[in-house]
Every structure is written in structure tokens, then in C-alpha cells.
């Protein structure tokens, strides 16, 4: 039902063909913001660390192959079903004699930058791929600058190629002007070895991993403020090498919980996926529309919560609104519920999401394009969009724009639409999901 178009395997051009319904369970991979940070964090530690779980994805060996650069031995994540990293201290990254180079991936570019600052004498280049050295870094650097970091690189140090010189730091309390966990990370890792104690203040609470596993790696680290707001770190703590056990990602979950609740007859059962309260706004939205969803088997594995999720087809969904208090906690969900949002009985408003145009794509402006090619009704705002639910999607030609998830929610939308769809550069999916189209065509067996 769904084939690559050999001579057109430059733009990985695939056709999904309608129909069918998803039957089944399955596991998804590990969760990328965790996998980036069991990387790096059991790089600056004393000792083994162990994975199990880890993503084998094109983002996190971005972030695997930058730290073996800097003279980390770490097992090979492609083959390995558990990961080892001989990590080499706090202070014990090599300067790298090549760029390193962080891919499509922000959270390994942003976090590098956080992990590389305090080391002093030492010089770094970080380089991205056309997507991440448009994307702005001023956020991260912003704040470091206050702590005593050098980083220079094209308008005024906004987009990468990044040079950074390591410099002795400070501490400082910063206000971060954006809700992001991977600014809030830079800092926190910047803050390990600086001088002096950091307070970090966030204006909405983003993901909270790095606060949890830095905690474990024994960093000394508090919490507080209104939900979690307040992030303080004191420097001369070891961190010493942990078990870590990576959870399904919810992010790559939510393809399956919208597609399970949009495709007719469809039923799956999604196991072992993370489910950590900062990460979990689908699921007030998917209540919001009235989705057949249950969770099951709640469980702590390893300092996260982890539970299975079952689904079940629902074709009285209601629209559903979102904004800037919801928007943290379900940033990379949005690209899949502006595709369920095209199957509510109404009118469907999402706002105070302006960060989603310096994703990996403008993703209101991608989603939007596509989403118009397939005859929905969706208006793009400067910071959302409004969506009416239409009778049904028709197939057409349609494009990634080289975006992970916008070509796994176009895959999922193909699949209830009239008519079939090609898209192109369908290949992006491996950024987060390389197994996605397999268990695309294994569900729909
Ligand atoms: C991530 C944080 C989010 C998210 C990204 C992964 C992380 O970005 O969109 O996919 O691992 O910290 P922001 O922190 O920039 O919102």
C-alpha cells in the first residue's frame, strides 16, 4: 500500500495508497530529547554509563558522533541494543582537530553549546545542516554571554557555523525569555562548572529530563517555584556514570494515537511510552476532542513515568483549542493534531505557537501548504492556526519540506484521504523515526 518510487529515490518519493485501518501493537523508539541527554550527560560522567533503549536515529548519533570527536568512547548506537559510554569527567572533552558537526538536530546543537563554553582554552566549530544553521541561537547564547561564554558566528552570533572559545564562568540568575528545554539545558550544563550558583527561571514550565537525569547523575540540583518554574544548580558535584532505561517518545507515539483515532476501524495499543508530565498535552487535547483513549499499566522506569496507550477509532471528534500554556508541553505535537484537527466537528483554534516557525521547517507555514494541497480548510496565523473540519482530505502530491514530523503526519492524513498521495522527501522521518514507514505497512497488514 505504500511503495518508494525507484527512480525518484533522490526525493525518497513515496505513495501512500487510502484505505485500511491500523490493527495491532507495537513499540515506538526511544525518546529523543532523553536519548540526546543520557549522551551527553554519561560523557561528562566518571565511569560507565549504560543505555538500554536509546534512539538509533539520525539526531542522536548527530549528538553521539560530535562527543566521540571530543575523545568519548560510545558503543555503536545503530547495532548495539545496549549502549556504553566510557564517560571522561567533567572537564575531560578533547578540542576537537575537526567541525563538529550536530546535523538537523537544534537539541544536540543548543546543548553542545551549554557542555562547551565552560571549557576553558579549549576552541570548538559547530556546523548544522541547511534547516539547523537557520535556526536561531541568540536564545542560547544570550544567556550564556551572561555567565562569561564567548561564542561567535553569523549575525551576531545568532546562526551557526558557531565558533566557541571556552572561558572560565560565572553563575548568574536568568530569566529565559522563551519556554524551551533545550535553552534551559544549555544553561543548566554551562552552570556545572562555573563559578558559583545558577537560578534559572523559566516563563512556562518546558521538559523537564535534563533536571530529572542530571539529578540522578548526582549534580547538585533543586527544583521549585510554581510547577517547576526554578531550576538552581551548584557546581563541584561529580557526576558519576548511570543504568539508564530510554522510554518510547510520546512525540513519535502521538502519529499512532491520531492515526488510530482518525482511521475508521482502527484499534492499537501503544506500549511502553513516556509519560512524563511535561510531555503529555496530547492527551488533554485528545480528551478535549473526545477520543477513545486509555492508559494502562502505569509504571516508574528509571525516574520517568512510562505507561502503555490504547486507542480506538472515534468519528464524533470535537475540536479542540490550544494555546501558550498548553503549547510546551505538545511543541512537537502540533504538525499531527492540525491533521486530526481536519476530522473534528467544528472549528479547532491553536495559538501562542509562534515557536513552531523556528522548527526544523516553519512548521505553521509547511503544515499549512501541504495541508491546503489535501483540500482542508486552515488558516495560517502568526502565532497558530485555525482549522475547520472538513468531509474528508483528498490525496495529491505532497512534500516534507525535508521536516520529520510534518512527513510522518502527511503519511498519517494520506491514509484517510480520497485518492492517493505521493510525498516527497518522505526520508525525513529517520531524523526521529527511522523504522516509521515499516511499521507503517506492518500495522496496516
Ligand atoms: C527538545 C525541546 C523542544 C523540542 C525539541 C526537543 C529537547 O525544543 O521541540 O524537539 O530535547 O530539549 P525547544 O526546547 O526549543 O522548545
Given at each position: 500500500m505504500i511503495k518508494l518510487i525507484p527512480k525518484q529515490q533522490k526525493l525518497s518519493l513515496r505513495e501512500v495508497k487510502p484505505g485500511g485501518k491500523l490493527i495491532g501493537k507495537l513499540k515506538v523508539p526511544g525518546d529523543k530529547s532523553i536519548s540526546h541527554r543520557a549522551l551527553l550527560f554519561g560523557s561528562i560522567a566518571e565511569g560507565e554509563t549504560i543505555i538500554k533503549g536509546l534512539l538509533p536515529a539520525e539526531d542522536p548519533i548527530s549528538t553521539a558522533n560530535c562527543l566521540r570527536a571530543m575523545g568519548v568512547k560510545i558503543s555503536s548506537i545503530e547495532s548495539d541494543k545496549v549502549v556504553s559510554i566510557q564517560g571522561v569527567g567533567l572537564d575531560g572533552l578533547k578540542e576537537p582537530s575537526e567541525v563538529l558537526n550536530c546535523g538537523n538536530s537544534g537539541t544536540t546543537m543548543r546543548l553542545l553549546l551549554g557542555l562547551l563554553?565552560?571549557?576553558?582554552g579549549r576552541h570548538f566549530v559547530l556546523n548544522g545542516d541547511k534547516s539547523l544553521n537557520k535556526r536561531p541561537m541568540q536564545r542560547v547564547r544570550q544567556p550564556l554571554k551572561l555567565m562569561g561564554a564567548e561564542i561567535n558566528g553569523r549575525s551576531d552570533g545568532d546562526l551557526a557555523p558557531l565558533s566557541i572559545v571556552g572561558r572560565n564562568l560565572h553563575g548568574a540568575v536568568i530569566g529565559t525569555p522563551v519556554a524551551s528545554a533545550q535553552v534551559k539545558s544549555a544553561i543548566l550544563l554551562a552552570a556545572l562548572t562555573a563559578e558559583g550558583s545558577t537560578k534559572v527561571i523559566e516563563p512556562t514550565s518546558s521538559r523537564d529530563h535534563s533536571e530529572r537525569m542530571l539529578k540522578a547523575f548526582g549534580a547538585n540540583l533543586e527544583v521549585s517555584g510554581e510547577r517547576g518554574r526554578h531550576i538552581s544548580v551548584w557546581p563541584g558535584s561529580k557526576l558519576l556514570g548511570q543504568s539508564i532505561v530510554v522510554p518510547g517518545d510520546i512525540s513519535s507515539a502521538a502519529f499512532w494515537l491520531i492515526a488510530g483515532t482518525i482511521i475508521p476501524n482502527s484499534e492499537l495499543t501503544i506500549e511502553n511510552?513516556?509519560?512524563n508530565p511535561t510531555r503529555t498535552g496530547i492527551l488533554k487535547v485528545m480528551e478535549q476532542m473526545e477520543a477513545n483513549i486509555e492508559l494502562i499499566n502505569i509504571r516508574d522506569v528509571a525516574g520517568e513515568p512510562v505507561g502503555d496507550i490504547k486507542v480506538i477509532h472515534n468519528d464524533q471528534l470535537k475540536p479542540f483549542k490550544i494555546d501558550s500554556s498548553l503549547v510546551p508541553s505538545l511543541v512537537d505535537e502540533i504538525p499531527i493534531l492540525s491533521v486530526a484537527a481536519c476530522f473534528c466537528d467544528g472549528t479547532t483554534k491553536i495559538t501562542?505557537?509562534?515557536?513552531?516557525?523556528?522548527?526544523?521547517?516553519d512548521r505553521l507555514k509547511v503544515m499549512t501548504r501541504q495541508l491546503l494541497r489535501m483540500g482542508a480548510n486552515i488558516e495560517e496565523h502568526p502565532d497558530g492556526l485555525t482549522i475547520h473540519g472538513v468531509d474528508h482530505l483528498k490525496g495529491n502530491h505532497l512534500d516534507?519540506?525535508?521536516d520529520h514530523r510534518v512527513a510522518m503526519s502527511l503519511a498519517i492524513a494520506s491514509i484517510v484521504a480520497k485518492g492517493t498521495s505521493t510525498i516527497e522527501r518522505?526520508?525525513?522521518?529517520?531524523?526521529?523515526?527511522?523504522?516509521f514507514w515499516n511499521d507503517l505497512e506492518r500495522l496496516r497488514g
Open positions: 563554553v565552560g571549557r576553558k511510552v513516556g509519560l501562542g505557537a509562534s515557536e513552531l516557525r523556528v522548527k526544523e521547517t516534507s519540506e525535508t518522505s526520508n525525513a522521518a529517520a531524523v526521529s523515526y527511522p523504522e
